[in-house]
């Protein structure tokens, strides 16, 4: 059976964290660089909450496989990104900081939602496919 989270405790982890964050004084260097290459124009906008529902997840359940973003019966390990995202994430950053995404539904719409585990890539690669689909399409 895969990992469910208490809608409650994941807010309040969540909350907790973030206060945390704003507090510190100093930040690892590689967590800096990592959120400004999310923040830049040609960035993906669905990686940030990707990164950030994975990132809950681990913190919730030290034993959830954070690239399985699907709930799965046979794996144990997994949850259900779209749910944590929606439910948990979008709502606290509307009310933390600007959503660092264009509108509730960029995880849904977006390739790693229509796989069961993320790789580098493989999602790379579904992007690039998505991206020439739609252009094509557009013509």
Same mark, same amino acid.
């Given at each position: ?7 409650? *405790? ?5 909350? @907790? ?5 704003? @507090?510190?004084? %100093? ?9 400004? %290459?999310?923040?830049? @124009?040609?960035?993906?906008? #669905?990686?940030?909450? $990707? ?5 809950? $997840? ?10 399985? *973003?699907?709930?799965? =019966?046979?794996?144990?390990? %997994?949850?259900? $990104? ?18 660092? &995404?264009?509108?509730?539904?960029? &995880? @849904? ?6 796989? =069961?585990? &993320? /790789?580098? /890539? #493989?999602? %790379? /690669? ?6 020439? =689909? ?6």
């Amino acid at each position: 059976m895969a990992v469910r989270f208490d809608p409650h *405790i994941a807010r309040q982890t969540l909350d @907790e964290s973030f206060r945390q964050a704003m @507090e510190a004084t %100093s930040l690892p260097e590689a967590w800096l660089h990592l959120s400004r %290459s999310l923040r830049q @124009e040609e960035a993906p906008h #669905t990686y940030t909450p $990707a990164l950030g529902t994975a990132l809950l $997840a681990r913190t919730l359940d030290e034993t959830v496989d954070p690239r399985s *973003i699907k709930q799965q =019966t046979h794996n144990a390990r %997994s949850y259900s $990104a779209r749910t944590l995202c929606h439910r948990i994430l979008v709502p606290a950053s509307v009310e933390l900081a600007r959503a660092a &995404v264009r509108g509730a539904k960029a &995880v @849904e719409a977006s390739p790693p939602a229509r796989v =069961t585990i &993320v /790789r580098a /890539r #493989t999602w %790379s /690669r579904a992007h690039q496919r998505v991206r020439a =689909t739609k252009t094509a399409g557009r013509r």
